[in-house]
């Protein structure tokens, strides 16, 4: 066997989406360096289809950041979302817009997540010369509760390597290893709901037809119109969790998103699919606390969300902007105290966006998708709670300022 390489640097982060990258951003402004390990080659970090909508504190934070140029010429900034649904049972839907603008004074930006990553690894890669290691394997945490943890893992060639570090971050997603690292100290607590639905998410080369995003509450079950340019239109329909995406033929998608997005005056651009439909499970999952050691949790890592509310890429960067700070007062002298208060910080927003993601869910999903009695009491609820939304000020002023995601460090 080949002898390990050793190398060392100031943190190590494993994972190369929004929460890694966006941390490698921050600290390299801080002067802190990092090295960043991804299990995923570059090209498929770069083609994940995800979710595409982006906070307005994401999209400062993003700007402060030097890293939204593309963003601010190619994202679509959005003043405002619409909830579709019948006033009456069996009526015809009507569209009720939430006016972030006019509720809150402030917008979201819709640009995808892959945008923000591609964007991302070249402003690291291309333009400041720092390294991403790509295809990793055999990741491993070494010594997390001691001053001196590591990391090792094989490279893509084979060869074994050890980092050094004195802080380690674990942004390597809902399925990465950090979690059962942070873990295995005993004390960390995973709260988790599952709800009894899916999406099926297709991306078509079909030009948006309303301007907006339209949340559709329907018997038949939720819908979702959204978009990533003005030539390709993102679609989702609530499905039961069990489902084969093979099941749904392209026919059968239009057909079904035509039903539960019909609006008189409505028209549902058609187009050619731009990649396979996927199947996304739907969950809600907070461990904490974030931290072992010199071990840091941050991003899905940590928590999930249901993707109704667009949170999860907006959490894995407010989180590692806490991270960044931690670790930046950490070098200024701090020392220990520096990392005092980043987990109860990060959950506090987590929780919050926990709260609003579920409550979206709830409120948009059908428990009980087109059965014949159904749940009335349920179904009740639910137009009680969306006729509120879109009648109180009050009420859609809250749905407003949770959507454009509140300022940072404000819950
Ligand atoms: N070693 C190295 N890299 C790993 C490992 C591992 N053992 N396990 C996972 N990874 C990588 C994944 O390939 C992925 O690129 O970690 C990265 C985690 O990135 P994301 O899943 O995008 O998670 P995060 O950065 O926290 O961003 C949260 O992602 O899941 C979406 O909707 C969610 O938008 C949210 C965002
Ligand atoms: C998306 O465009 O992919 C999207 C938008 C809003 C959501 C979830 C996903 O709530």
Redesign the pocket.
Known sequence: MTQRREHRSQVGI???????LVLAKLLARAGVDSVV????SRSY?EA?V??GVLEAPTVELLREAGVADRLDREGMPHSGIALRFADAPGGPAQDHRIDFADLVGKGITVYG?QEVVKDLLADRIDDAGLPVEFE?SD?EFHDVTTDAPSIT?TAADGSAHRLHCDVVAG???????SRAVAGAGGDLTVAERSYPFAWLGVLAKAAPTTDELVYAHHDRGFALYSMRSPEVTRLYLQVPPETDPGDWSEARIWDELQTRLARPGFTLNEGEFLEKPGVTGMRSMVAGPMRRGRLFL????AH?VP?TGAK??N??IADVRVLAEAITRFYAGAGEGGFDGYSETCLRRVWRAEHFSWFMTSMLHRFDPGTEAGDPFGVGLQRAQLRYTVSSRAAATSLAENYVGLPHGAV
């Open positions: 494993v994972g190369a989406g929004p929460a890694g390990l991804e299990a995923r970090v994940r995800r979710a997540q990793v990741v893992w942004c390597d997603g809902f399925h990465g290893g941050a991003g899905d890592a999930i993707p999860g890429m959490l894995a």
